[in-house]
């Protein structure tokens, strides 16, 4: 969903702009920012939805992490679960994101010395979970089957 509120700030701006060397840019621009987000969510993923208080607890509750747990979060979005988890003690926690604005906010949010996790920019598709003890994921019934 940030993808496309992004996408139609940038294609609207374009309308203000005369230039033709800045509305190259803005094309450009809102292919690499909303492109891949966009198709991750028209292609069976979800649009990026913050994770409520009460279902992060959920989460939390329900997974009952140990610290040796491989954890991983199909589509992490803005890496709050993966920040939750790493904060519950588990040392191996990554979260996937396809979604650029995402995963800028996500890895902003991780640059504090206390934020535990990993966020990676990827296509979780095309990974090897063979390993992992535990997989979160908030996804849309299409990818879910």
Do not use: H
């Not at 996408?7 to 309308?15: D, E, H, N, P, Q």
């Amino acid at each position: 969903m940030l993808e496309v509120v992004l996408l139609v700030f940038i294609l609207s701006a374009t309308f203000f702009v005369t230039n033709s060397y800045v509305l190259w840019g803005l094309f450009v621009l809102a292919v690499l920012v909303a492109f891949p987000g966009v198709m991750a969510m028209f292609s069976g993923g979800a649009p990026c939805v913050g994770t409520t208080k009460g279902r992060l607890e959920s989460i939390l509750k329900l997974g009952s992490f140990r610290g040796s747990d491989k954890v991983y979060d199909l589509g992490s979005g803005s890496g709050r679960v993966v920040r939750a988890v790493a904060d519950g003690g588990v040392r191996d926690v990554v979260g996937f994101e396809l979604s650029l604005p995402a995963y800028f906010y996500s890895r902003f949010c991780s640059v504090l010395p206390t934020v535990g996790g990993k966020i990676k920019f990827s296509n979780f598709w095309k990974k090897d979970f063979s390993q992992a003890d535990a997989l979160i994921c908030f996804l849309s019934d299409k990818a879910m089957l």
